[in-house]
Structure formats: C-alpha cells, structure tokens
C-alpha cells in the first residue's frame, strides 16, 4: 500500500505542476514587429514562378502598413490596405531606369507582388502568394543587395 501511495502523491504533484504551468502568462506581443505572424524587415526573393532567380538582387521590406523595395534596377513602394498577413497593394510607386536584360523578370516581379493576396511565414522563408504564383523570399538583406550603384545601373543595360 505504500507504494500506491507514494504513486498518489507524485499524481498530485504532477497535476500540480502543470496547473502552475498553465497560469504562467503567455509572453508579450510586440506590436511593432506583429504584423499577423510576419514578421518586418527585409527580405531577398529566391524564388518566383515555381524556379530560383538567377540572382538575388530583389528586395522586399514589410513595414506597419507598406512594403518597398528594389528590383534588379528599380526601386519600389506601396501601402497594403489589408491586415496581415492579408495583402491588398495599392500601385506600385515606381522609379523609372530602364532595365535592359532585366526588364522582363523585373516586370514580371511587380507584376506578380502587385496582384499578391496573402503572406505566409515559416521556417525563415516568407512566400508572398498570388493569383498566378508565388513569390519566394529568404529573411536579410545584404549591404550589397540594399545598395545599387549607378555602376550597377549601367551594367543592367548591358
């Protein structure tokens, strides 16, 4: 009998502890980088059309209410009028340097985030997902992808 006893009393303490557990307050939401579970800053597109790019020279940048960016030779902006991780972009305020070799997937690129709908996290990747497909991007940005030079703007004529 005093082995069933002893089962009781470690019962209890097991049912105790987890009592304890479940009254420990659920950790702070820090309203400036919730944005419905996706989280602000920049990304790096890696992908696009079910394929990898060739080079990780895209950018997004989610803020509170917007997102921006730069594509291989242009930079971007727009408000999203939907809650995250709900998308609804206003147009896309772009710059307007010709593009060359890269006009077609930087098109495509805006083209594909203009008519986005919703955002998913997970795992580092956030996947921007539209009616036609999915933009994939990888979380940072490099100091080299944040920066494009007038040198690099030149040689997308090429």
């Known amino acids: 009998m005093p082995r069933l ?6 019962g209890a303490l097991t049912a105790a502890a ?3 557990a479940a009254c420990e307050p659920a950790p702070a939401v820090d309203p400036v980088n919730d944005r419905g579970f996706i989280p602000g800053g920049d990304y790096a597109l890696v992908g696009m059309d079910g394929a990898t790019v060739p080079l990780r020279n895209m950018t997004l940048t989610i ?6 960016g730069r594509g291989p030779c242009n930079g971007y902006g727009a408000k999203n009028n939907a809650e995250l991780p709900l ?11 010709p593009c060359g ?5 930087e ?10 709908t919703e955002m998913e996290y997970y795992g580092g990747v956030l996947k921007v997902k539209s009616p036609q497909t999915w933009l994939i ?13 007038a040198v690099d703007q030149a040689r997308a004529g090429q």
Not at 101 to 105: D, E, L, S
């Open 107 to 116: 098109n495509r690129f805006f083209s594909v985030l203009q008519s986005a």
């Open 137 to 149: 991007f990888e979380r940072g940005v490099t100091g080299a992808q944040a920066q494009v030079t």
């Open 87 to 97: 998308v609804a972009l206003s147009p896309l305020q772009r710059t307007n340097v």
């Open 18 to 20: 987890l009592v304890l």
């Open 5 to 10: 006893a002893r089962l009781g009393t470690f």
């Open 63 to 68: 803020a509170e209410t917007t997102v921006s």
């Open 101 to 105: 070799k890269n006009t077609t997937i």
